[in-house]
């Protein structure tokens, strides 16, 4: 079942490779305090998620932040060395925190996954943003199609 308005962010504990090495993440405590926007890509390096959906965080960060918004996060079904070294590749720095959920696990909790494995690239996770605050889901988007017409950054800074 699809995560909805007004439920809690399951917990996960995922692996994330920053400055210090290889790390664990909490989901309840990344994403559990203050107002944090979390957004949802099928896979780093892809031509939508790299093109559209990722630059959009990263030019309206400030933007965000100015919104009460404390992190910005996004995530794809990819391994911690992969979500490294695209957040290397596009500049991401400290705009936008990348969290790697390598075997879905995460995704699955949120409801969010869809099968491509007829073409060669497993499950995945579905374009989505959400607003989530102290914890609890405000706003979810997740678009129904190929593209970024409902989850993209302007798209989820004109819900908060």
Request: hydrophobic share 45%; glycine share 16%.
């Amino acid at each position: 079942m699809t995560i909805q308005v007004g439920d809690r962010i399951p917990s996960a504990t995922l692996g994330h490779l920053g400055d210090g090495g290889m790390t664990e993440v909490n989901t309840e405590t990344l994403l559990g305090g203050a107002k944090v926007v979390l957004f949802g890509v099928p896979g780093a390096f892809t031509p939508t998620c790299n093109d559209d959906h990722l630059p959009g965080y990263l030019t309206h960060a400030a933007a965000f932040k100015a919104k009460g918004v404390e992190r910005v996060v996004c995530m794809a079904v990819n391994d911690p060395f992969v979500m490294a070294a695209w957040g290397t590749a596009a500049g991401v720095g400290d705009a936008v925190f990348l969290l790697p959920d390598g075997s879905g696990a995460f995704t699955k909790a949120l409801g969010l996954e869809f099968d491509l494995t007829e073409l060669g690239l497993g499950v995945r996770c579905k374009r989505f943003a959400m607003i989530i605050d102290g914890g609890v889901v405000r706003h979810l988007a997740v678009e129904d199609g190929p593209g970024v017409s409902v989850s993209g950054a302007e798209q989820t800074l004109a819900a908060l």
